[in-house]
Structure formats: C-alpha cells, structure tokens
C-alpha cells in the first residue's frame, strides 16, 4: 500500500477525508482536492503529520478543465496514479422531480461513490437517485470494458453515514432518528467505515474485484 499514489476528489469533509486519512496513515501518496483552499491546506497538513506525502489541488469536479488540471497534477507530482476515488458530490437540491433542473442534475453527478438509494430508491430525492444509479450503472459498465488491461473499477454505496450531508438531507433531528430506526444495526455508519471499505477496494486483497457494489449499510439493503 505504500506504494500507491492516490487521488481523492471531495476529500475536505465526510467519507472523504475520512479516505484520505485511512490512506495516510498506510503510506500512500495522495493528492486531495476540494474547492476550499484553506481547508485543503489544513487537511494536507494534517496527512504529513501522520507521515504521508501529501498535496491539495483547488478543484470543482463539474468543471472538465479542473479534473484535467487535478489528474495532469498528479502524475506530474508523483509519476504515475494507481487510485482514484471519485467522491466528490451532493444531495443536489431535495423536492419533487417537477422542480429540479439541468443545474440541480449536475451538482449531483459522482462517479464510484455512491449510495444504497442507487439501488433501492428515495421520494422526494429523484436527481439525487439518478445520479446514484447512473454511477452503479456506469461502475459496471466501465469495469467490463476495463477488465482486462488490468484495471479495476468498482463502487461503494454508504447507507446513512454521519456526515454534513446526511444532517441536510434529513433537515430535522426526527427525521434522522426516523432515518436510523429503518437500518438494521439500528444505528447510523461513520466515514471512517466507509473510508475502509474503500481502502480493502483499492488494495490488493480485492485483486479479483471488479465491477463490483459493496455496500456499507449497516444491513439496510439486506431487507
């Protein structure tokens, strides 16, 4: 794992930088981005302290010349890239279809994180599920096409997990606990579980691995 040169897109808060600690702390080399430098440069910080080497580059992954700058970055800093998580994303704007639009679609497009709504479903939360599908459906597709050049693409669908995102999403400390009490462990997951899902998918202990859903979910797909 020390090895590894890895590359996290919405890594400032949450199942993020969760990732980019995890990582850190097995020796990789990482490039986090985010759209808040001063909250980059205090999390780079916080990874060379736990002896990692450690770079931040001010991105929006909706902008196509920002992903370009970010991987172009990171090859050029450490050579080569061998992990990718695109973690970057939002809940979009919740409400009914009839309200959404092509803006409110796009803050919530993701690649390789996604949700256990990409495969079960949430009212009032359609864009926010589409975009969930569309990444289960594009992990697929792209780990056939991939698979044998060698590289492995796969996604991981977090249940309710403790994050900033979680708390708008439910909007009220009800709604979470009513949120909760439908997940079997009867309790909500931490971004550091997911980050660790994450870290087994990019080792090489899941060598014969791709194309594949791992849910962390506390058992709620499971019904």
Known sequence: MSEQVVLITGALTGIGRATAIVFAREGAKIVVSGRHDKAGQKLVMELRNLGAEAEFVRADVRQERDIQKL???ALSRFGRLDVAVNNAGTEGQPGPFKDQTAETYAATSIVNISSTYGRAGASGAALYVASKHAVEGFTKAAALEFADTGIR????????IETGMLNRFTGT?????????????????QPEEVAEAILF??????????????AADGGKLAR
């Open 201 to 214: 998918l990019a080792s090489d202990k899941a060598s014969f691995i791709t194309g594949a859903s791992l």
């Open 173 to 189: 400390p009800e709604n979470k606990a009513e949120l909760i009490s439908r997940v079997p462990m009867k309790r909500i997951g």
């Open 153 to 160: 693409i796969n996604v991981v669908a977090p249940g309710p």
């Open 71 to 73: 991987v172009d970055y």
